[in-house]
């Protein structure tokens, strides 16, 4: 997310990758560092049960593709917040890729089209699931959940997901943009811009990038800074992040002959919110675990979830009311090698044809007051609804 992670100009070419992205394309990723457009489907995962079977899969597929004579395979796609579910993950026929995006380009306007919006759960619901699991906490049945809603949006004209996907690029970026293709008319393709690094593999080096406690901006640059400086200082905040990056650090260690964490957090921004930020570092012992099998041990972080994993996990199918899919899941890429990025599925949407559903969640901790985790998915919603057009529909 720093300027040290992305060059000022970016890559000429990046842009073109992002112009050649269309319905048919089954997959596209770009983060601060490059850009990747696949093109065919060589092969298809299976689908499994768990995390170690789909491993199994994974390294089955790549090693097949490798005997076969495919010059450069690499395993794309998105795996499921309930890693049960089956994930869609596919080797293509090739992979373009490109350096990062430039910090500007041609930003389309969006063809703001007339819709219906249901939110799941209600306004009012979800802030009384809120109360309830705070309860919770502060009789110790757990310390952190992660609470989400749903907007279903249903427009009177297909969704143009090219020029979705450009306005959510340009507007995003020092995040990672993505979409992929669920394989499917009625799946549809996930497409978001997601601030958060799960982790990333290359070589012997990992990084993780946890994400937790959060605040609106707003407009006013000075209210605006005051407000990231108000972050860096709550307790509540800092107690939600310390939960997460804990967590990732702890996940991280035994595949680590280092590991490098930050003793407090820091603050990164996106268009329209603050969040706190531990940049975590590490080298990996030998032979080094795959990115994919790192990405795993992590997934689903505290970020997304809560603490501890089953308590939340409970409380989430008690209180949400909906199916998360793969919402708070993983999108990313994993090689032959074992190198790869996978990004938490935040600040996205499923979309198919004319119907759109967006995701938005808030960590809940023992000081958390519902309005104010209702109003930070109003915020987050805005990253999917401003590239839409669709800003006034918040609810």
């Known amino acids: 997310m720093n300027d040290i992670f992305r060059g000022l100009t970016g890559d000429p070419q990046a842009e073109k990758l992002l112009a050649r992205y269309n319905q048919e394309t089954p997959f596209f990723f770009t983060t601060p560092e490059q850009s990747m457009l696949a093109q065919g489907r060589y092969a298809t995962i299976p689908a499994t049960a768990n995390m170690t079977e789909l491993n199994l899969a994974v390294n089955t597929a790549l090693a097949d593709a490798v005997a ?27 992979v373009v890729h490109a350096g990062p995006l430039p910090r500007e380009g041609y930003l389309p306007p969006p063809h703001a089209a ?31 959940v992660v609470l989400a809603r749903t907007l279903e949006l249903t427009t009177n004209q297909p969704v143009d997901l090219q020029g979705l996907l450009q306005r959510l690029a340009w507007s995003n970026a020092l995040g990672y943009t993505f979409a992929v293709d669920l394989g499917t008319t009625a799946q549809g393709t996930l497409i978001g811009a997601s601030p958060e690094l799960l982790l990333s593999r290359q070589g012997k080096h990992v990084r993780s990038n946890p994400l937790a406690g959060s605040i609106p901006r707003v407009k006013d640059s000075s209210a605006d800074f005051q407000r990231s400086q108000g972050l860096l200082q709550s307790g509540k905040d800092l107690h939600e992040h310390k939960v997460v990056a804990d967590a990732v650090a702890q996940a991280l260690r035994p595949y680590c002959k280092m590991l490098s964490v930050p003793a407090l957090p820091s603050l990164i921004n996106t268009e329209t919110m603050w969040h706190l930020s531990s940049d975590i570092y590490g080298e990996l ?11 795993a041990s992590l997934h689903p972080t505290p970020a997304v979830c809560g603490h501890p994993f089953d308590q939340a996990r409970n409380l989430i199918n008690a209180l949400e009311g909906f199916d ?15 190198n790869g990025e996978w990004i938490v599925t935040l600040r996205c949407a499923k979309v198919a044809g004319q119907h759109v559903r967006l995701f938005a969640g808030a960590g809940v901790v023992a000081d958390s007051e519902p309005q104010h ?22 609810a």
């Not at 699931?129 to 757990?142: C, F, K, M, N, P």
Request: proline share 9%; charged share 10%; glycine share 8%.
């Open 68 to 94: 076969n004579g495919h010059p450069d395979p690499i395993v794309v796609g998105a795996i499921p917040f309930d890693t049960q579910q089956p994930a869609c993950l596919f080797i293509p026929q090739q």
């Open 114 to 144: 007339a819709c219906q919006v249901t939110p799941t759960p209600a306004p009012e619901v979800y802030a009384h699931g809120v109360s309830t699991a705070v309860q919770q906490i502060r009789d110790h049945v757990l310390s952190k």
């Open 285 to 295: 012992t030998s032979p080094p675990a795959s990115a994919l099998t790192l990405a």
């Open 373 to 394: 985790e209702l109003a930070e998915t109003t915020a987050k919603f805005r990253t999917m609804l401003n590239a839409l057009g669709l800003v006034q529909e918040a």
């Open 324 to 338: 998360r899919g793969f919402y708070s899941g993983m999108v990313g890429w994993c090689d032959a090698a074992g």
